[in-house]
């Protein structure tokens, strides 16, 4: 089945009919541990809020004011778990938590759009991708991609979004042969109903269940922010879009002053001072080891026993000699 929340992903509310609800127990998150509470299992005739799949984490919201904790495809139903009750056969209102949904839909364009071009440019065919909650990352069929090859792609994507490239939404039936030209990494074994292919216009088409922007303008920019090393040889490529990446930027801003202020310096000389605070420590430590006859004295490793503490005003005198260094140089 084909939602009303894929059909119309600017939507902010919905009204609809309660088709069931019964007690039902889910897992949430609090304080950053799984806890099991009880709940009331929900189903509607047709819903605004997206159940997980693909990639894509479901939506929040309230219906009739009641806070929504999950909601879950089970085949052609979405299964909304409410915090309290509502009665079946009922009139009732949804309203979507729109930054969050907003959100998911410039991460989930973005990605489509970094896969297409990936692999258009240099044949990096994407395995996987993970929407999370501040930065994403999106699985890709290579060793490495070298800087010179993500600078190009983030180029690539940000003109198109420049370029206010439109984006389409078709609905096919399963038993269509065009849906053999189309790129996809498969879909549900329990997906139901008509099958949704997003088109970025002039750039790519794949078969998806999640919600989309309507034009790639909406994504603002989009920044790829480094790769790190997969499993089984694939590379990890880390990206930010929307409204994500003025956050980014801001945190980025905040951290630079704060270290402007612990260092004494400007950010482009943040770099040189912490190499030369771990140097200077590392022969801190040497020389205090030397000092107080630690075990392993010389080494580049300090144990942390001694066996003259007679000497610390010694120790001491040195550790404020090289503060007072770093104090002037910086």
């Not at 993500?150 to 039936?173: F, G, L, M, S």
């Not at 994500?244 to 770099?271: A, P, T, W």
């Not at 007679?310 to 550790?319: F, V």
Request: aromatic share 6%.
């Amino acid at each position: 089945m084909v939602f009303y929340c894929q059909r119309h992903c600017y939507d902010k509310k919905y009204t609809t009919n309660v088709v069931s609800c019964k007690p039902a127990k889910q897992d949430v998150v609090v304080n950053g541990k799984k806890k099991k509470i009880d709940c009331y299992e929900t189903t509607f005739e047709d819903t605004v809020m997206f159940p997980e799949g693909g990639g894509q984490p479901d939506d929040r919201g309230t219906v009739e004011g009641i806070p929504v904790l999950r909601v879950q495809r089970r085949g052609g139903d979405a299964v909304h778990y409410l915090e309290k009750p509502l009665e079946v056969g009922a009139i009732v209102t949804q309203q979507i938590d729109w930054d969050r949904r907003h959100d998911h839909m410039q991460q989930h364009s973005a990605q489509h759009l970094i896969t297409a071009v990936a692999d258009a440019m240099y044949g990096y065919a994407t395995n996987s991708w993970y929407l999370a909650e501040s930065i994403s990352y999106i699985e890709l069929d290579t060793t490495k991609v070298s800087t010179a090859e993500i600078n190009t792609i983030e180029e690539t994507v940000n003109q198109r979004i420049k370029d206010a490239t439109p984006v389409h939404i078709e609905e096919y039936d399963a038993t269509d042969p065009k849906l053999r030209e189309i790129r996809t990494r498969g879909l549900p074994d329990d997906v139901v109903g008509p099958v949704r292919v997003v088109t970025i216009e002039g750039v790519d088409a794949n078969m998806c269940c999640g919600t989309h922007v309507r034009n790639l303008a909406d994504l603002q920019a989009i920044k790829l922010l480094h790769t790190e090393k997969g499993k089984a040889n694939k590379t990890l490529l880390y990206f930010v879009a929307g409204a994500r990446v003025l956050r980014y930027l801001g945190e980025c801003v905040s951290r630079e002053r704060q270290f402007n202020i612990l260092l004494h310096s400007c950010s482009s000389d943040h770099l040189r001072l912490v190499e030369k605070i771990q140097k200077d420590l590392k022969s801190m430590m040497i020389w205090l080891c030397e000092i107080l006859e630690g075990r392993g004295g010389g080494k580049s490793r300090f144990t942390g026993k001694v066996t003259k503490l007679g000497k610390r005003g010694e120790a001491e005198k040195y550790i404020l000699g090289v503060m007072d260094n770093h104090k002037t140089e910086s």
